[in-house]
């Protein structure tokens, strides 16, 4: 088994390659959502250290942390004690006295190996239930008089990134026009399944952005927002279910979305169950001294 540090964004594609070989609704990562976590927020890139192991040339396994103490990895379950190494190498990267590693529950490999190397479950963290749906009976997209939705066009990044930013000014977002540009650029974006919702007087107030895994055929909403002062109109439900209906013409048959799922901020999970998402697994966030 040979690990290499990650040497730029094509090497991404080796890190989405193991996703979508391994995707199923029990895995925590979806493409789309390695190439948002990669490119949406300006600078994040320098506080990331990241390695792939492979075997033979074929990618067996990523971690991906985030300094100072937290981590996210993919394991292909065939390989026994790889997550072992990749919970090592962490350690030798890391630079908090806490470590935390995010799985979903349902991952059970990496969620033994992370028990075994001395980890255990925050009970306190907060944490994301993925939803699933399938896409053959999706309801129309209604939106209020004078309200339309559309998808984006490549050169319209700015106006993209200040959509997402007003609808995430709850969080402080820090998404830019060029760390858009860098989304779009990334593979697999499509402005075909990236959707606004524009305001009776031109601007835009709501986006949903989807993803689409070609290999497995799920799409994926991230991320969703919808500006503070046009919220409980509909319009977060009606930019969903248009990105939706545009996954299903790309060739999804279902889709994936994860939002919170604690008591804590429980209003993404209730708009995507009002669209006909189904919730399934959590995440579980682990953490050891260093
Ligand atoms: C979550 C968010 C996108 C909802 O946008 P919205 O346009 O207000 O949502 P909608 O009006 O389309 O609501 C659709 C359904 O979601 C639920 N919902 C939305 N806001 C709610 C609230 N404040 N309280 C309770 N339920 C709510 C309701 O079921 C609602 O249907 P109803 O109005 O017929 O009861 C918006 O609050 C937001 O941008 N938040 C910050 C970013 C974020 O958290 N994004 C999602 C991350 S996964």
Same mark, same amino acid.
């Given at each position: 088994?040979?690990?290499?540090?990650?040497?730029?964004?094509?090497?991404?594609?080796?890190?989405?390659?193991?996703?979508?070989?391994?995707?199923?609704?029990?895995?925590?990562?979806?493409?789309?959502?390695?190439?948002?976590?990669?490119?949406?927020?300006?600078?994040?890139?320098?506080?990331?250290?990241?390695?792939?192991?492979?075997?033979?040339?074929?990618?067996?396994?990523?971690?991906?942390a985030?300094? #100072?103490?937290?981590?996210?990895?993919?394991?292909? #379950?065939?390989?026994?004690?790889?997550?072992?190494?990749?919970?090592?190498?962490?350690?030798?990267?890391?630079?908090?006295?806490?470590?935390?590693? +995010?799985?979903?529950?349902?991952? +059970?490999?990496?969620?033994?190996?992370?028990?075994a190397?001395?980890?255990?479950?925050?009970?306190?963290?907060?944490?994301?239930?993925?939803?699933?749906?399938?896409l053959? /009976?999706? #309801?129309? +997209?209604?939106?209020?008089?004078?309200?339309?939705?559309?998808?984006?066009?490549?050169?319209?990044?700015?106006?993209?990134?200040?959509?997402?930013?007003?609808? %995430?000014?709850?969080?402080?977002?820090?998404?830019? +026009?060029?760390?858009?540009?860098?989304?779009?650029?990334?593979?697999?974006?499509?402005?075909?399944?990236?959707?606004?919702?524009?305001?009776?007087?031109?601007? %835009?107030?709501?986006?949903?952005?989807?993803?689409?895994?070609?290999? /497995?055929?799920?799409?994926?909403?991230? #991320?969703?927002?919808?500006a503070?002062?046009?919220?409980?109109?509909?319009?977060?439900?009606?930019? /969903?279910?248009?990105?939706?209906h545009?996954?299903?013409?790309?060739?999804?048959t279902?889709?994936?979305?994860?939002?919170?799922?604690?008591?804590?901020?429980?209003?993404?999970?209730?708009?995507y169950r009002?669209?006909?998402?189904?919730?399934?697994?959590?995440t579980?966030?682990?953490?050891?001294?260093?």
């Amino acid at each position: 088994m040979e690990r290499v540090d990650y040497r730029g964004p094509a090497h991404l594609r080796d890190m989405q390659s193991l996703v979508q070989r391994l995707w199923s609704p029990e895995s925590r990562w979806h493409v789309g959502d390695v190439a948002w976590g990669r490119f949406a927020i300006p600078g994040a890139e320098s506080g990331f250290r990241t390695s792939v192991w492979s075997e033979s040339g074929a990618i067996a396994a990523w971690g991906w942390a985030e300094l #100072p103490g937290d981590l996210s990895m993919v394991v292909d #379950p065939d390989y026994g004690g790889l997550a072992d190494q990749v919970l090592a190498w962490f350690q030798s990267v890391a630079r908090a006295d806490t470590l935390s590693v +995010t799985a979903l529950q349902t991952e +059970t490999h990496l969620c033994d190996a992370l028990e075994a190397a001395g980890y255990s479950v925050d009970r306190s963290a907060p944490y994301f239930t993925h939803h699933l749906m399938t896409l053959d /009976n999706l #309801p129309d +997209t209604a939106l209020p008089v004078g309200f339309a939705v559309r998808h984006v066009e490549l050169h319209e990044a700015q106006q993209r990134a200040a959509v997402h930013r007003v609808g %995430w000014s709850d969080f402080g977002s820090r998404v830019s +026009t060029d760390s858009y540009q860098e989304v779009m650029a990334a593979w697999p974006y499509r402005a075909d399944l990236d959707w606004v919702v524009e305001a009776p007087d031109g601007g %835009w107030v709501a986006s949903a952005l989807a993803w689409l895994d070609d290999l /497995n055929q799920v799409g994926l909403l991230e #991320p969703v927002g919808c500006a503070p002062a046009y919220r409980r109109r509909g319009l977060a439900r009606a930019v /969903n279910v248009a990105a939706l209906h545009a996954l299903r013409r790309a060739g999804a048959t279902r889709a994936v979305v994860a939002p919170r799922g604690d008591a804590a901020y429980p209003v993404p999970g209730r708009l995507y169950r009002s669209i006909g998402f189904q919730p399934g697994p959590r995440t579980v966030t682990y953490r050891r001294h260093a």
